[in-house]
Structure formats: structure tokens, C-alpha cells
């Protein structure tokens, strides 16, 4: 079955930088978009960042751009989103999110808070 597996989040001063990390398994990962998302608390879902099955084209929130890269390695069928210069409002949790075969999967996410 297709199973999305994050990692990398923690607790991280403002200004800090990380890099999460998302796993796939089960599909072929390499001909599939990939998405983050994140999701405060209170706040709905918003995406954060896409990139294309090969990594070419790739796609941002305003609030994010110059700071968070996406990326991926399809031989490692693993996307990547690093963070840099964190802000308190990027406190959330990210999830990963595939579609295949017309069918949405999302990862358990992983938590992210920014705080001094």
C-alpha cells in the first residue's frame, strides 16, 4: 500500500533552519508530484511547497518563498523541504501528500515549532 513516512521536524530557535524529510513507498514514486503541507493549530491545511515527478518545476506560498526549498531524490523515493530563516508562524505540523492513481495519501506529518 502507498505509505508516506516524514521526519525531521523538532523544536527550533527563530531564524533556525531544518530539513524535513518524506519517505515513499508502495507507488512509483519518480512519476509521481509530491506536495508539503502544513497545519496549525486552529488554521486549516495550507500547501507549502510542490515539485514535479522529475524535480524540474517546483512551486511555493507566497510566505515561504526565499526561505523553503523543495526537493527530491527520486533514487532514494524520498522528498525533502528545507527550511531556512524560521519564523514563529511556521509553527505547524507537515504532512506530505501524494495523489496516485486519482487517490489522495497524506503521511502521519511531522511537528515543527518555532520558538525562542
Known amino acids: 500500500q502507498v505509505l508516506l513516512v516524514e521526519s525531521g521536524g523538532g523544536l527550533v530557535q527563530p531564524g533556525g533552519s531544518l530539513r524535513l524529510s518524506c519517505a515513499g513507498s508502495g507507488f512509483t514514486f519518480s512519476r509521481t508530484a509530491m506536495r508539503w503541507y502544513r497545519q496549525a493549530p486552529g488554521k486549516e491545511r495550507e500547501l507549502v511547497a510542490g515539485i514535479s515527478s522529475g524535480g524540474g518545476s517546483s512551486n511555493y506560498v507566497d510566505s515561504v518563498k526565499g526561505r523553503f526549498t523543495i526537493s527530491r531524490d527520486n533514487a532514494k523515493n524520498t522528498v525533502y523541504l528545507q527550511m531556512s530563516s524560521l519564523k514563529p508562524e511556521d509553527t505547524a505540523r507537515y504532512y506530505c501528500?501524494?495523489?496516485?492513481?486519482?487517490?489522495?495519501?497524506w503521511g502521519q506529518g511531522t511537528q515543527v515549532t518555532v520558538s525562542s
Open positions: 501528500y501524494a495523489r496516485y492513481w486519482n487517490l489522495d495519501y
